[in-house]
């Protein structure tokens, strides 16, 4: 007869021991550690340091990269002014900000010689940062201006008054009470393309005792008697009869020589051109085609105005829109023999182009050579009635 359980007898007990924690109420401790899994394990900090390491080594090589040949390739190949387009603050700022993260976050091994190369780096760039140093010493600048100094103003207008209200225009132009007006973009803007405007008898009628010369898109008003005026360059060849669209294209830099109180003085209106056709897509081949010709162009004009100034015996102020940065070599030959007026000026990092902006290039430019003095150099806030900033200057003649 086979053996069954009997249904009503107890269960075996189970087997005695030490009661668990979930008896005895004493709380559960920490479970043991057990071997870490593979692919699991979180990095330390020295192999987080060495990823910062790391990229801070990869930006520095970039940045001396790009350095290096802003200085060979700048003013030199006309791809570069693409590459250019980045704004000069940064030959100070991008190494004055790795510098302080290699002295924070680097590893030791790497801090010092990243700090060498950081170093170099800024000083190398400090000539083309754009900042105005001279603003930076006290108690330095220029000295008074004497008494029958010349006021200038040089200003790209951004298409005259046909974008603003007229009043306001030459409300603003009259309120600066310059002896001498250098002004760009005399123009109308009409279905994407630049057209003549027809406003003499309105601008003689606003500065009465004023010459007035115009070439093309830019206009010279002086209180000064006019001595003789110059197309110089591609402007010499389009003459009197040349129509206006030959003066838009090959007229940007107009020379007007002044009678200053019984003294020549020779003012140069400049609007280098753009470098860029903005309409066209950067995908397309116009776009670059259009950039290298616009580079043999601007050259062009670089070296007329450089070889008419080189000839002029008389003193020369030269003022306008350049469309070049200080980080741009374009300026080398006109910096070799004429003087910047920035010294002049308070203003610690001028930044004319964008005034709507963030207003971080430097495009308009003002210099003399040793003839004439700068006592006063500052840049005025357009008031939405252009983009560009209008400089204005006191000069003098010495003696």
């Known amino acids: 007869m086979t053996d069954h359980a009997d249904p009503l007898r107890p269960a075996a007990s189970a087997p005695t021991g030490p009661p668990g924690p979930a008896i005895s109420g004493t ?7 057990g071997p870490p899994r593979a692919g699991l394990s979180r990095p330390g900090p020295g192999r987080g340091r060495a990823a910062v390491s790391g990229a801070l080594i990869c930006l520095t090589v970039l940045w001396a990269l790009y350095s290096a040949l802003n200085l060979l390739l700048s003013g030199r190949w006309w791809v570069w002014l693409i590459p250019d387009l980045v704004p000069p603050v940064c030959f100070v700022a ?11 976050a680097a590893g030791r091994r790497v801090r010092r010689p990243l700090t060498v190369v950081l170093v170099l780096l800024l000083f190398s760039g400090l000539t083309r940062s754009g900042v105005n140093w001279a603003a930076l010493v006290p108690g330095g600048g220029p000295g008074r201006a004497p008494a029958g100094a010349v006021k200038v103003v040089s200003w790209n ?34 279905d994407g393309r630049p057209a003549p405007l027809d406003e003499l008898a309105r601008i003689r009628r606003e500065f009465p005792g004023y010459q007035v010369e115009v070439l093309g898109e830019q206009v010279t008003l002086s209180r000064f008697p006019v001595v003789s005026r110059t197309p110089v360059g591609q402007g010499g060849g389009a003459g009197r009869g040349a129509s206006w ?11 007007t020589d002044l009678d200053v109180r019984g003294r020549p003085v020779s003012f140069y209106n400049v ?25 043999a162009v601007r050259r062009d004009h670089y070296e007329a105005l450089l070889r008419d100034v080189s000839d ?12 070049t940065t200080p980080a741009m070599r374009d300026l080398d030959g006109i910096r070799d023999v004429l003087r910047d007026a920035l010294p002049a000026s308070a203003t610690v990092l001028p930044g004319t182009w964008n005034s709507d902006g963030a207003g971080l290039w430097r495009l308009d430019w003002a210099f003399t050579d040793d003839l004439l003095e700068v006592h006063r150099y500052d840049f005025d806030d357009p008031r939405g009635l252009s983009d560009h900033q209008a400089q204005r200057l006191t000069v003098s003649l010495p003696g």
């Open 27 to 33: 709380p559960p401790g920490p479970p043991r550690a």
């Open 94 to 104: 991008v190494p004055l900000v790795l510098l302080a993260l290699a002295g924070t």
């Open 157 to 190: 207008t951004e298409y005259w008054d046909t974008t603003d209200a007229p009043d306001t225009f030459y409300g603003y132009l009259k309120a600066q009470r310059a002896d001498v007006y250098l002004l760009q973009e005399y123009l109308a803007w009409v």
């Open 245 to 255: 669209q030959e003066e838009f294209e090959q007229g940007k830099v107009l020379r």
């Open 271 to 295: 609007h280098i051109p753009v470098q860029l056709d903005i309409e066209r897509s950067v995908l397309s081949a116009g776009f670059y085609g259009e950039i290298r010709s616009r580079d």
């Open 312 to 323: 002029n015996p008389h003193p020369v102020f030269v003022a306008g829109d350049f469309n």
